[in-house]
C-alpha cells in the first residue's frame, strides 16, 4: 500500500507534536516541511525525516505531497491556497485566520475545489465528549453552558501569542476550543455582549503584550439556552484549566479538556469518567483515512464548521471594542 506523504507548512511546536503522532502510523509518511526558522526546520526534518523546502511553493512543486498541515501561527494563513488550487489536501490549525476576510477567502477555495479538509479542534474526537452528547441527549434541554480558558501567562518576550494582530489574542486563540466545544455540545450560538481586555500583563508583565489577559463573553444559543465563556491569563499555574459545563435539565457535565475527565452530576450522585484517550492522534488517523479513500465522514471539524467558531470570537472582540450590548432578538426557536 502506497504511503500518504505529508508536508509541513511551519515546523514548531503542534507541526512537531502532529508529526511524533503521524509516525506512528504505518502508511504515512513525512515528505518534509517549509518554515520561515531554518533552524527549526532543520530540527524537525533531522527529526522526522522528508526535505527542508525554502518555500511551500517548493514544497507542493518537487515535493508533491498528498497533504499539507497548515500548523503556521495564525497571523501567517492565507498561503495554503495554493494547496487547495492544486487539489490537495489540508489540515489546518486552529484559528482558521485571524480575520473572517481571511477566512472566508479560504473557504472559498476549500469549496471551489472540494479538497478534504479538517480543522485541529482535537476535543471533538474525545470519547469524553461523546459520553456528554449521549447524556445530553437523554438529558436535556440545555438551560446554560460556562466555558473557560484559564491559565498563568507564561510567553517569552517577542513570541507571537503576545500580540493580538499575530495571534489574535487569548479567546480567537486558545479559548478558541472551550467556545468550539460549546458550539459543537450545544449548537449555533449568537454573541450578546463581550468585554475583553488587558489588565495586568502589558502593565505589570509584558509592556508591549496587546493580547487581552481577561475576557468574558455572553452567548445565546439558537436553542435558547444561555452561555458564559470566560477567559483569562492572570491567573497562577494552580488554578489553570479549560472546559465546558453544561446545566440540563436532568443532568449537569463538566468536562476538562485539560484534566481528560467528564464529571456527570444527577441529584446527589457524581460519576467521574477519566480518560487516556489522545485526541491529537486520532484527529490526525481520521484525516489521513480520509485523504486516502476520499470519505470525510469521519472528520468531525471541517474548515467551514471551524470558520463559525471563528465567526462568534471575532464577533466578541468586535462588540467588545464597540462596548455595547447587542439584540436580545439573536434567539431563534
Ligand atoms: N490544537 C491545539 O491544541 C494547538 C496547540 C498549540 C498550537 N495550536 C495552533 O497551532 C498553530 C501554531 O502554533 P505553535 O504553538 O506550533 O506555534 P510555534 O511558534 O511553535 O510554531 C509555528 C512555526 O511556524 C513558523 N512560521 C511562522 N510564520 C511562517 C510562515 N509565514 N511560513 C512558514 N513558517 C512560518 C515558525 O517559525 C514556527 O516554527 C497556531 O495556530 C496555534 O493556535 C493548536
Redesign the pocket.
Known amino acids: 500500500m502506497p504511503k500518504t506523504r505529508i508536508g509541513f507548512?511551519?515546523?514548531?511546536?503542534?507541526?512537531s507534536y502532529h508529526a511524533e503522532r503521524l509516525k506512528r502510523l504505518e502508511n504515512v509518511e513525512i515528505a518534509g516541511g517549509?518554515?520561515?526558522?531554518s533552524q527549526?526546520l532543520k530540527t524537525f526534518v533531522d527529526r522526522f525525516g522528508g526535505v527542508p523546502y525554502r518555500s511551500l511553493d517548493e514544497m507542493l512543486s518537487a515535493g508533491r505531497p498528498d497533504a499539507v498541515y497548515a500548523?503556521?501561527?495564525?497571523f501567517?494563513r492565507g498561503p495554503e491556497v495554493a494547496a487547495i488550487e492544486k487539489g490537495i489536501p489540508v489540515f489546518f490549525?486552529?484559528?482558521v485566520a485571524l480575520t473572517m476576510s481571511k477566512a472566508e477567502e479560504l473557504l472559498r477555495a476549500v469549496r471551489s475545489h472540494g479538497v478534504v479538509n479538517s480543522v485541529?479542534y482535537?476535543s471533538r474526537y474525545m470519547d469524553l465528549v461523546d459520553l456528554a452528547k449521549e447524556q445530553i441527549s437523554k438529558g436535556g434541554p440545555i438551560s446554560m453552558v460556562q466555558g473557560e480558558w484559564i491559565g498563568s501567562f507564561h510567553f517569552p518576550k517577542g513570541h507571537?501569542w503576545v500580540y493580538k494582530d499575530k495571534g489574535g489574542g487569548q479567546l480567537i486563540?486558545q479559548t478558541t476550543?472551550a467556545v468550539d466545544l460549546a458550539r459543537y455540545l450545544a449548537g449555533e450560538a449568537n454573541v450578546v455582549s463581550a468585554q475583553i481586555d488587558n489588565l495586568v500583563v502589558n502593565k505589570f508583565i509584558d509592556p508591549d503584550a496587546t493580547a487581552e489577559d481577561t475576557s468574558m463573553v455572553m452567548l445565546r444559543f439558537r436553542s435558547g439556552a444561555i452561555g458564559t465563556i470566560t477567559s483569562s491569563c492572570v491567573s497562577q499555574d494552580s488554578y489553570a484549566g479549560w472546559g465546558v459545563k453544561v446545566f440540563a435539565k436532568d443532568v449537569v457535565l463538566d468536562y476538562s479538556g485539560s484534566a481528560k475527565t467528564l464529571k456527570v452530576h444527577r441529584g446527589n450522585e457524581v460519576r467521574e469518567v477519566r480518560s487516556k484517550m489522545d485526541p491529537y492522534f486520532e484527529e490526525d488517523r481520521v484525516f489521513v483515512e480520509a485523504v486516502r479513500t476520499g470519505n470525510t465522514d469521519g472528520i468531525r471539524s471541517t474548515f467551514e464548521d471551524a470558520a463559525r467558531t471563528l465567526e462568534l470570537t471575532v464577533a466578541a472582540n468586535g462588540m467588545s471594542e464597540k462596548g455595547h450590548i447587542v439584540a436580545q432578538g439573536t434567539v431563534e426557536r
Open positions: 507548512f511551519g515546523c514548531g511546536g503542534i507541526g517549509t518554515d520561515t526558522d527549526r500548523t503556521t501561527p495564525p501567517a490549525e486552529k484559528p485541529g482535537m507571537w486563540e476550543h
